[in-house]
């Protein structure tokens, strides 16, 4: 079982930044992927960034250019580096992480979520 815990979240103003962690630990033995997901109110759960284990890296359109994805594989833990943050970025940030544990079997966590607010 891999557990994510998420941390970094917050109020800022238009035109802030914050930077989101997201740790993993458990029975890790290999991780492909990790990534961060977002959901407003009202609104489906969509991909903001995820990178993969090959270093490839991917993000949502409104976002390219203003967030940054990171990873310090020595410490299981991915970053989410957000600059310029507008209102319409407001919505509970979700940790993703896909691979497969110790014993072999795949898979496929989340984290608790982060609330981030962008609000003057």
């Known amino acids: 079982q891999v557990q994510l815990v998420e941390s970094g979240g917050g109020l800022v103003q238009p035109g802030g930044s914050l930077r989101l962690s997201c740790a993993a630990s458990?029975?890790?033995?290999?991780?492909?992927?990790m990534g961060w997901y977002r959901q407003a109110p009202g609104k489906q759960r969509e991909l903001v960034a995820a990178?993969?284990?090959?270093?490839?890296?991917t993000y949502l359109d409104s976002v390219k250019g203003r967030f940054t994805i990171s990873t310090d594989n020595a410490k299981n833990t991915v970053y989410l580096q957000m600059n310029s943050l507008k209102p319409e970025d407001t919505a509970v940030y979700y940790c993703?992480?896909?691979?497969?544990?110790?014993?072999?079997?795949?898979?496929?966590?989340w984290g608790q979520g982060t609330q981030v607010t962008v609000s003057s």
């Open positions: 993703n992480a896909v691979g497969y544990g110790t014993n072999l079997h795949e898979y496929d966590s």
């Open positions: 458990g029975s890790i033995f290999i991780m492909n992927a």
């Open positions: 990178t993969t284990r090959g270093g490839s890296t």
